[in-house]
């Protein structure tokens, strides 16, 4: 498991590491999990990119959309019994997708 403290700290260890899930609130100072979300989608190959569990105190239709290549778009407080089934939904479907390329 790995933590960073920013999403810029995330940002900058992009290959350099493999995750199987990311679990990313959307609403942070500096950069935003939207924007997190932004620079997963374009990296150049997709089968690097982490699942996303979006976390969020701000449930917005226009969140959802915008945050529409998570995996699980889950309400804060999110507790355990919600949480840990999605990361692993998240990470079981991705070891689907890479068992069929």
Do not use: W
Request: aromatic share 4%.
């Amino acid at each position: 498991m790995a933590t960073y403290c920013s999403a810029e700290e995330f940002i900058g260890s992009l290959g350099s590491s493999h995750l199987d899930c990311l679990v990313l609130d959307l609403h942070m100072p500096g950069m935003t999990g939207f924007d997190v979300l932004e620079a997963l989608a374009a990296v150049p190959d997709q089968s690097t990119r982490p699942p996303v569990v979006v976390l969020t105190g701000n449930d917005t239709a226009a969140s959802r959309a915008r945050a529409q290549g998570a995996s699980a778009f889950l309400t804060k407080p999110a507790d355990a019994d919600i949480l840990i089934p999605a990361i692993r939904n998240a990470m079981s479907r991705r070891a689907v997708v890479a068992s069929t390329q």
